[in-house]
């Protein structure tokens, strides 16, 4: 795992990666940007103080519609960021793992399968898809487990590192293995993809690395099943 993670920190200037890294940079910021702006819309006009039992008139403006969209946007982020990058990521992730078994695994690089872009784009949805799906179920969890402090911090681990493990292990191994073979590659790195989703849920966490936190994980999956093949 260290060596994964040194090998990929040292691949981040390679020109395929910073063009992967820009290109899902500018497409998240676009989605974040195009839901807060709905947001706002929806919510210029509306009257919060007159929902369900409350009474009153606090009518929004376009001003207040946009700042409480922006407020709403930025808390999303936190929670939505890892769900949209890992979507972003599953669609351009088989040129950081090209680019990985390029440098450092020619043989493994010659003999892959890349998935079309069709292939490519299922696999970017079904990740955003699961990350979203899997937090949203352990939601109320994550409330229930306010009162202990720390407990919705070791949940969201938890959940993100089986979710994001999956999706990163699918995206490298999907170049070498298909249908059952891969279904027994997935089995039989359970432990290994979950170490690897912990460490990447906690560059999500982090500001700023958590831009990177897909590259990388993309990179590291592919060292640690291409040591393993080896």
């Known amino acids: 795992m260290i060596r994964a993670f040194s090998l990929s920190l040292g691949q981040l200037g390679d020109r395929r990666i910073l063009a992967v890294l820009a290109k899902s940079l ?14 706002g819309w929806l919510l210029t006009g509306a009257n ?17 519609g946009t700042a409480v969209a922006v407020i709403l946007g930025l808390a999303g982020m936190w929670f939505l960021f890892p769900a949209v990058a890992m979507g972003v990521m599953g669609i351009f992730s088989d040129d950081v793992v090209e680019a990985v078994e390029r ?3 020619p043989a493994a690089a010659a003999a892959a399968r890349p998935p079309g872009f069709s292939e490519g784009l299922g696999l970017g949805l079904r990740s ?3 990350v979203l799906l899997w937090n ?15 407990g919705p911090f070791i949940l969201f681990l938890a959940v993100n590192a089986l979710a ?14 298909r249908g059952e073979a891969l279904k027994r590659r997935l089995a039989a790195t359970r432990v290994q993809r979950a170490a690897l989703g912990l460490l990447v849920t906690f560059l999500f966490m982090i500001p700023f690395a958590n831009l990177l936190a897909p590259v990388i994980g993309a990179a590291m999956a592919t060292h640690l099943f291409q040591g393993d093949e080896q």
Request: glycine share 16%; hydrophobic share 50%.
């Open 103 to 105: 440098r450092h695994y």
């Open 26 to 39: 500018l497409i998240g910021l676009i989605v974040f940007a195009a839901a807060a702006a709905l947001v």
């Open 136 to 150: 949203l179920a352990a939601s109320p969890f994550y409330i229930l487990l306010l009162v202990t402090g720390i």
């Open 164 to 177: 994001l493990g999956r999706d990163l292990g699918e995206m490298v191994m999907v170049r070498h293995h």
């Open 48 to 64: 919060p103080c007159g929902w369900g039992p409350l009474s009153g008139d606090c009518t929004l403006g376009g001003g207040a």
């Open 128 to 130: 955003a898809g699961r």
